[in-house]
């Protein structure tokens, strides 16, 4: 059965570091690349940051860029959000998708076939 799991989100104070992961089950990430994308209550799901499939390159957007750090470990199937310096505005359902290549196609989320269930971040104090 193919399946995305987040795991690692939870209730942080601002500024604190979360590190969410995403395991993947019946099938091979290697080949694949990997977005995270957020979502809170009333607003659009918007893109956080992607990783291609060996990990070499990577992408993030305005919101994210400095805080956040993705990497993958193809040999445990897994992809990380590493997430510092985090702000209540980051209070979010986070998601891992996988994407239909081997490299970011940007954050359309209609390029992304397959999504996990989700992980509540809450950012406050």
């Known amino acids: 059965q193919l399946q995305l799991v987040e795991s690692g989100g939870g209730l942080v104070q601002p500024g604190g570091s979360l590190r969410l992961s995403c395991a993947a089950s019946?099938?091979?990430?290697?080949?694949?690349?990997i977005g995270w994308f957020r979502q809170a209550p009333g607003k659009e799901r918007e893109g956080v940051s992607c990783i291609n499939s060996s990990g070499g390159y990577t992408n993030y957007t305005d919101s994210a860029r400095g805080r956040f750090t993705i990497s993958r470990d193809n040999a445990k199937n897994t992809v990380y959000l590493q997430m510092n310096s985090l702000k209540p505005e980051d209070t979010a359902v986070y998601y891992c998708?996988?994407?239909?290549?081997?490299?970011?196609?940007?954050?359309?989320?209609?390029?992304?076939?397959?999504w996990g269930q989700g992980t509540q971040v809450t950012v406050s104090s």
């Open positions: 019946g099938f091979t990430l290697d080949y694949y690349a």
């Open positions: 998708a996988r994407a239909a290549a081997y490299y970011c196609p940007g954050y359309d989320y209609r390029k992304y076939y397959y």
